[in-house]
Each structure stands twice: as structure tokens, then as C-alpha cells.
């Protein structure tokens, strides 16, 4: 069964740097989209950065110069580098992917499956 799980959050200070980590697992075959998603109370869900395998990344503008994504496919996990962070990042960091796992040696697909999120606090 396909997981997503989300780590890597705290309490950080304005100006301070995190990484988040988004593992994938459940006999992965491939993870074809990811996406880093923040909710903060009171607000609509944001993109902060997703991309598709061959394609680019695209990162929200509030973020565009701060945060930069990586990804390690050897370990299905995808990483958020979060720098220079300001109180108004607060939010629970959401993990989201598609893609394609093993079962039974059948491969089927996994479409928008979302971890439970990890929580960053920027705050002085």
C-alpha cells in the first residue's frame, strides 16, 4: 500500500532555514509528479513547489528565491530546503505524489495520494 509521510518540521526563528522530507513507499515503481502544498488557518491550500519528472519545477511566488526542491530516487523521498523563513510560512507542509507501485507484479497506478503534513512555525 502506498504511503506518504511528511517530516522534517518545527519551530524556527524569522530568518532561519528547515528541510522538509516527503518519503513515498509501498513498492514504488515510479513517482511521476510531486508536490510540496501548505495550508495555513484561515487560508486556501498554496502551492509552494511541484514538478514532473523530465519537466521543471515551478515554485509559488512567495516562495520563489527561499525554497528550493530536491529529490532523492533512489529513496523515493523528496526534499523542501526553506530559507530566509518569515513568520507568514507558518502552515502545515503537505506532501503529494503520483505514480506507479507494484502489485503482485502487476503495476497499477497511485493518483494524488497526500501525506498527513508536518507543521513549520516561523516565529520569534
Known amino acids: 500500500q502506498v504511503q506518504v509521510v511528511e517530516s522534517g518540521g518545527g519551530l524556527v526563528q524569522p530568518g532561519g532555514s528547515l528541510r522538509l522530507s516527503c518519503v513515498v513507499s509501498?513498492?514504488?515503481?515510479?513517482?511521476?509528479?510531486w508536490g510540496w502544498y501548505r495550508h495555513a488557518p484561515g487560508k486556501r491550500r498554496e502551492l509552494v513547489a511541484s514538478?514532473?519528472?523530465?519537466?521543471?519545477?515551478h515554485y509559488g511566488d512567495s516562495v520563489k528565491g527561499r525554497f528550493t526542491v530536491s529529490r532523492d530516487n533512489a529513496k523515493n523521498t523528496m526534499y523542501l530546503q526553506m530559507n530566509s523563513l518569515k513568520p507568514e510560512d507558518t502552515a502545515v507542509y503537505l506532501c503529494?505524489?503520483?505514480?506507479?507501485?507494484?502489485?503482485?507484479?502487476?503495476?497499477?497506478?497511485?493518483?494524488?495520494?497526500w501525506g498527513q503534513g508536518t507543521q513549520v512555525t516561523v516565529s520569534s
Open positions: 514538478f514532473t519528472n523530465g519537466g521543471p519545477t
Open positions: 503529494q505524489a503520483d505514480g506507479e507501485y507494484d502489485e503482485h507484479g502487476v503495476t497499477r497506478l497511485f493518483r494524488d495520494f
Open positions: 509501498g513498492s514504488i515503481v515510479t513517482i511521476d509528479n
